[in-house]
């Protein structure tokens, strides 16, 4: 029996994607509590299990993830059969494939910062589109520019904490080695 | 956290695709003299001056809005969380309620002066 000599407790998750799947629709429950002013002005923590996991987890797996995502945040927010879970979904969808390219074309040359907030831009734009098309018509213009800003805003926040964990976090850091060996 | 070069592009990317919706929400707003509901692809405009109500049918029931008084505001609406109806009555040009749920949009709208002589950021 080989002897393990690290110092710090070893975080071995069975299942990647559901753990981090479970992240997600806690983080969405969080989300779901705070008020909110206006309608559908989100801060986007349920996103941030994606965010960490493009250091840790395959693109296959952060995909199964982000079904993880839309259908447990579906669930809580009882959005399931509505229009809100098209949006939810092609959203997070649109902006997960923008943080996947960017994490592996750009990598190193971006910090979590800059994936967060073109991730968001990506789902946000996505979003607008769907809004114009779907059911607001010409109105959804209007709700497109503090819709953008405060995704910019929270976006980066997330980017932010989401850096300094991935740096900093022996948990995550152990899952990563986990997962490699 | 120390930010790269391409994180600054990333952020000044979003802040210009704000104010590029910015410009063309608000570029060519008038007096607020109508009120603009659309719904599922339909647009209905009734002016802001006379009153009445208008229920306007959506994939969970009926959103009753209140036109009049210059103002429109939503009165009731089928969602579950109201915050249409929270959001209270709207009057100047390029503001918005909607009921994301069921699916209605309503902004208000009108041809004529310029509120503002100018906006600089």
């Known amino acids: 029996v080989r002897k393990n000599t690290t110092t710090y407790p070893i975080s071995k998750p069975r299942d990647p994607v559901a753990f981090f799947g479970a992240l997600c629709m806690f ?31 395959s693109p296959g797996q952060l995909f199964l993830v982000a079904l993880l995502k839309i259908f447990g945040q579906a669930l809580i927010g ?38 967060s907030v073109l991730g ?14 779907m059911i607001l018509g010409k109105g959804a213009w209007l709700i497109a520019p503090p819709f953008l800003a405060v995704g910019t805003v929270t976006s980066i926040l997330l980017g932010l904490f989401a850096e300094t964990f991935q740096r900093r976090s022996k948990w995550l850091a152990s899952v990563k080695r986990s997962l490699e060996s | 956290v120390k930010l790269k070069i391409l994180d600054f592009l990333a952020i000044a990317a979003s802040l210009a695709a704000v104010a590029a919706f910015s410009i063309y929400a608000y570029a060519g707003g008038g007096t607020g003299t109508e009120a ?86």
């Not at chain 1, 959005?79 to 390219?101: D, I, K, N, Q």
């Not at chain 1, 968001?120 to 098309?133: D, E, F, H, Y």
């Not at chain 2, 749920?101 to 208000?108: D, E, F, K, L, S």
């Open chain 1, 120 to 133: 968001a831009l990506a789902s946000n734009l996505t979003q607008i589109a769907l809004a114009r098309v």
């Open chain 2, 36 to 121: 603009v509901i659309e719904s599922s692809g339909d647009t209905w405009i009734y002016p802001l001056d006379e009153t009445r109500t208008v229920r306007i049918r959506g994939p969970l029931g009926e959103t009753t809005i209140e036109i009049g008084d210059g103002k429109a505001a939503v009165s009731d609406s089928p969602c579950p969380d109201k915050l249409c109806v929270l959001a209270g009555p709207i009057a100047d040009p390029g503001q918005w309620i909607a009921c994301l749920p069921n699916g209605v949009m309503v902004h208000i709208g009108g041809a004529g002066a310029e509120k503002y002589d100018d906006i600089s950021y």
């Open chain 1, 27 to 57: 983080l969405s429950t969080v989300e779901y509590l705070i008020p909110k002013p206006v309608p559908f002005l989100r801060v986007g923590i349920a996103n941030l299990p994606l965010l960490l996991g493009l250091y840790v987890l």
């Open chain 1, 78 to 115: 009882g959005t399931l059969f509505s229009y809100v879970f098209v949006f939810s979904a092609l959203g997070t969808a649109a902006g997960l494939s923008v943080m996947l390219a960017v994490r592996y074309s750009g990598s190193g040359r971006l910090s979590a910062v800059g994936t």
